[in-house]
């Protein structure tokens, strides 16, 4: 799709906008440029030529239209988007938004039939719903690209279904839990991101057309015939709503914002986890790049941009909410500006996921320093805990035996774990030498075998799972 660029005003002379008749002199220059929309909504044009197309097919079996009005119309129509497609339409300013630029050459293309096919429709039922079809395919598209994240994100988890980690709670050592695991967690948060995405495309998916300007039209219009043409699922049922409410984009918006916080997280803990002080993991080298001054840096720009352009989706999210706060019904001319946000969320959603679908395969984990990591900050003290309870002790004396115990191994500069059986004896006799069964990693980890738990065993299922309900999500 073209990249909207300010298109060239030509001299207001011949500037003739579609609905001057009503006024005495014309518009001014600067008026021109601030209410003009057609630098960026370009790229709702074939959105706008399905709609119009759709539109005149019913005008034609509704006798409305002429049998030859219709071929001239569609032909011409498909004159313009190939010329859009090969770069060459001419988009002019002074023709003010997508709409009337097509409208203008379509007329200048076939004549008179150019001018009957805004009969029954009004711009503002036709903005709603090229940004309902323009958004739907977006939608579909961002969904294709969840997927594909998702599947990276399943691929990688299997190859770490039993790699030892830190887990971490207030960024401090709290258990064992496995690598696939913690990848599994993402997995789950983009799962309820893309069941809120196809929820809203529901919502986005039903036609405004037939609104006409907000009252409806006095044509005998077939409006199922023209949801059926274009692929939406129902009507929007008040002309009032339809021409005006953009909850729609609101709510697509407010779903990229939570699908960005999610990726935001997974972003940060690449960050830290590539930081070489910590050493977990290493990005590949296409993910980062250089300092132009500093010769030994890699840094992970990629997850730090993701990090910072979750901003600018909860900027939109705001700009959009503010935009519709307490607009009197219907149109108004506010809504042109519901259309930069809404481009820009789709656009940034779309590149971070496919980045991160490509950037997780690309994640090289480092086993031994998760371990070593996993050696200091006493990982297994709950296990400990647990063992007593097993043993009889209620959980908070328990707590309190091993907690002293911590003490102790702080104090000779150890990790829990490492204690002779007699020290630990001390701090509770139901203490015996099995207890170090419990106190390994992989003791601590297979203990946790329920489902939703880090054993490996529990991840594998996980993963089955993962993969059974990914398969449901197929069939878009
Ligand atoms: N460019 C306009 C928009 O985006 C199209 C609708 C114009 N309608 C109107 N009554 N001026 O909202």
Known sequence: MNEASSPPATPAADAGHTWSGRFAEPVAQRVLRYTASVAFDRRLAYADILGSRAHARMLARQDILSAEDLAAIESGLATIRGEIERDEFVWRLEDEDVHLNIEKRLTALVGDAGKRLHTGRSRNDQVATDIRLWLRDAIDDIDARFADFQRALLDQAERHVDTAMPGHTHLQVAQPVTFGHHLLAYFEMSLRDRERLRECRRRTNRLPLGAAALAGTSFPIDREFVARELGFEGLCDNSLDAVSDRDFAIEFCAVAALAMMHLSRLAEELILWMNPRVGFIDLADRFCTGSSIMPQKKNPDVPELAR?????????????????????????????????????????????????????????????????????????????????????????????????????????????????????????????DDVFAVLTIEGSLAARAHRGGTAPLAVRAAIDRARARLAEFEPA
């Open 308 to 432: 910072g352009k979750t901003g600018r989706v909860y900027g939109h999210l705001m700009a959009l909410l503010t935009l519709m706060k307490a607009q009197p019904l219907a149109y108004n001319k506010d809504n042109q500006e519901d259309k930069e946000p809404l481009f820009d969320c789709v656009d940034t959603l779309s590149d971070t996921l496919a980045l991160f679908a490509e950037m997780v395969p690309g994640i090289s984990v480092r086993a031994d320093a998760l371990r070593a990591a996993l050696a200091q900050g006493h990982a297994t003290a709950t296990d400990l805990a647990d063992y007593l309870v097993r043993r009889g002790l209620p959980f908070r004396d328990a707590h309190e035996a091993v907690a002293r115990a911590v003490r102790a191994a702080e104090g000779s500069g150890t990790d829990l774990a490492a204690l002779p059986l007699e020290t630990l004896r001390a701090f509770s006799p139901l203490i015996e």
